[in-house]
């Protein structure tokens, strides 16, 4: 038997797709900051 209730699992499970909806939606603009900058500003 599970550890962790229904609820629990279900709470879980959509922590882990907020997280990485979040993460892929803030990728692409970290990623051009990062060019950015190692690029230099000017």
Same mark, same amino acid.
């Given at each position: 038997m599970s550890p962790l209730s229904p +609820?629990? %699992?279900a709470a %879980?499970? %959509?922590s882990l797709? *907020?997280?990485g *909806? +979040? *993460?892929l939606a803030s990728l692409p603009f970290g990623l051009a900051v990062a060019l950015w900058l190692a $690029?230099? $500003?000017g």
């Open positions: +609820a629990e %699992l %879980l499970t %959509l797709k *907020v997280s *909806v +979040a *993460v $690029r230099g $500003r």
